[in-house]
């Protein structure tokens, strides 16, 4: 269905003729993602339908023809809350598909699944990728989708930071779910083939205040860092390189004084980043949060660029720009105030680490 707006979007009246499209047939018929398709001087519509996508068309918004339909990796959960939008790589442009999943993913079973390819204004083909593909390998970032036509040609994400199985059980006051900060999309490859990435918007650099920083090290064993924020209200920024030196696993560890901890795991020969958020605070309100080590990809690199933004119930890491996300919840009695590094035995060289409060 449609509504209009003749105020600039103060009030808005429904269409007289809705539904424009429907499909009585159909167990799942939702989620319609609108596009300007210049090309061929049309509206597109991305429509979830079941376990597969399909593509409409219209000249006015209110007639509508299909024109194709999707279907492709994972199929073990219902889709929703499907986009397609393009983005270029070394001038070639691509089309990306999203489209969220109720089930099927490793670590969360929901969670947002992408295909790359192409779209020429009726049908897409995606490239011959190891799909499933997910946008973030964490528990908690879910029914995510782009903003149409933002600025400076920019493709911005966000997503539902949550997840099915629990969300209406967090140990939370005064709110019960929150957003992921906003995500720019762009695709790189990560050395075996194309990826989608997504890294917080710049303008989250404006709500930052350099708290501290710390001197470039080399460490051999364990590295502690201190009260990482001096107005610790557990929401902050961090940022820094790790250069390991052999394929021995190293990790670092947030934790506060009442012994609870969120640990990250790098295996460069397993190729593996996991979370570990079993004794990071609250975690027994429901039996599918306290779950195994949450586990992602990571490219065997010589060196990995961290972020990682902590607020005080959300955990958001970002590698090598966003080549690989973990997006998870946690519910700390206090906010972690330490950063402990872990060499695993071989040596790891810090640089660059500089943690920001939000203000």
């Given at each position: 269905?449609?509504?209009?707006?003749?105020?600039?979007?103060?009030?808005?009246?429904?269409?007289?003729?809705?539904?424009?499209?429907?499909?009585?047939?159909?167990?799942?018929?939702?989620?319609?993602?609108?596009?300007?398709?210049?090309?061929?001087?049309?509206?597109?519509?991305?429509?979830?339908?079941?376990?597969?996508?399909?593509?409409?068309?219209?000249?006015?918004?209110?007639?509508?023809?299909?024109?194709?339909?999707?279907?492709?990796?994972?199929?073990?959960?219902?889709?929703?809350?499907?986009?397609?939008?393009?983005?270029?790589?070394?001038?070639?442009?691509?089309?990306?598909?999203?489209?969220?999943?109720?089930?099927?993913?490793?670590?969360?079973?929901?969670?947002?699944?992408?295909?790359?390819?192409?779209?020429?204004?009726?049908?897409?083909?995606?490239?011959?990728?190891?799909?499933?593909?997910?946008?973030?390998?964490?528990?908690?970032?879910?029914?995510?989708?782009?903003?149409?036509?933002?600025?400076?040609?920019?493709?911005?994400?966000?997503?539902?930071?949550?997840?099915?199985?629990?969300?209406?059980?967090?140990?939370?006051?005064?709110?019960?779910?929150?957003?992921?900060?906003?995500?720019?999309?762009?695709?790189?490859?990560?050395?075996?083939?194309?990826?989608?990435?997504?890294?917080?918007?710049?303008?989250?650099?404006?709500?930052?205040?350099?708290?501290?920083?710390?001197?470039?090290?080399?460490?051999?064993?364990?590295?502690?860092?201190?009260?990482?924020?001096?107005?610790?209200?557990?929401?902050?920024?961090?940022?820094?390189?790790?250069?390991?030196?052999?394929?021995?696993?190293?990790?670092?560890?947030?934790?506060?004084?009442?012994?609870?901890?969120?640990?990250?795991?790098?295996?460069?020969?397993?190729?593996?980043?996991?979370?570990?958020?079993?004794?990071?605070?609250?975690?027994?309100?429901?039996?599918?949060?306290?779950?195994?080590?949450?586990?992602?990809?990571?490219?065997?690199?010589?060196q990995y660029a961290i972020r990682l933004l902590i607020d005080k119930a959300s955990s958001e890491l970002f590698i090598n720009e966003g080549e690989t996300i973990q997006s998870n919840v946690i519910y700390p009695s206090s906010p972690y105030n330490t950063i402990e590094f872990d060499s695993g035995g071989g040596e790891l060289k810090l640089t660059n680490m500089s943690v920001y409060d939000i203000k």
């Amino acid at each position: 269905s449609i509504a209009y707006s003749n105020d600039n979007g103060t009030t808005f009246t429904k269409y007289q003729g809705n539904p424009v499209l429907k499909d009585d047939s159909a167990t799942d018929f939702r989620d319609p993602k609108v596009m300007w398709h210049k090309p061929t001087s049309q509206w597109i519509m991305s429509l979830s339908t079941g376990r597969s996508a399909s593509f409409y068309a219209s000249k006015d918004l209110k007639k509508w023809e299909m024109l194709s339909s999707f279907e492709g990796g994972s199929q073990e959960g219902i889709w929703e809350c499907t986009d397609l939008f393009p983005l270029d790589y070394n001038g070639i442009k691509k089309w990306v598909l999203l489209t969220s999943i109720t089930e099927g993913q490793p670590n969360a079973d929901c969670a947002t699944q992408y295909f790359i390819g192409d779209f020429d204004g009726k049908t897409f083909k995606a490239d011959p990728l190891p799909y499933p593909l997910w946008v973030d390998y964490g528990c908690d970032n879910y029914a995510g989708v782009t903003w149409n036509d933002a600025p400076d040609n920019r493709t911005i994400f966000i997503g539902w930071m949550a997840n099915h199985y629990y969300a209406y059980a967090t140990p939370s006051h005064n709110f019960r779910n929150a957003m992921t900060i906003p995500r720019d999309l762009k695709l790189v490859h990560n050395g075996k083939h194309l990826v989608l990435a997504g890294y917080p918007v710049k303008e989250l650099e404006n709500a930052r205040a350099l708290s501290c920083k710390i001197d470039d090290m080399a460490i051999s064993d364990l590295y502690t860092v201190n009260k990482i924020s001096k107005d610790n209200r557990g929401t902050y920024d961090i940022e820094f390189t790790v250069t390991p030196s052999s394929d021995k696993p190293f990790s670092f560890t947030l934790s506060n004084n009442h012994d609870e901890k969120l640990s990250f795991h790098f295996d460069r020969k397993a190729e593996t980043i996991t979370v570990d958020r079993s004794k990071s605070g609250k975690t027994d309100f429901h039996p599918k949060f306290n779950i195994k080590p949450i586990v992602a990809p990571l490219s065997n690199k010589k060196q990995y660029a961290i972020r990682l933004l902590i607020d005080k119930a959300s955990s958001e890491l970002f590698i090598n720009e966003g080549e690989t996300i973990q997006s998870n919840v946690i519910y700390p009695s206090s906010p972690y105030n330490t950063i402990e590094f872990d060499s695993g035995g071989g040596e790891l060289k810090l640089t660059n680490m500089s943690v920001y409060d939000i203000k």
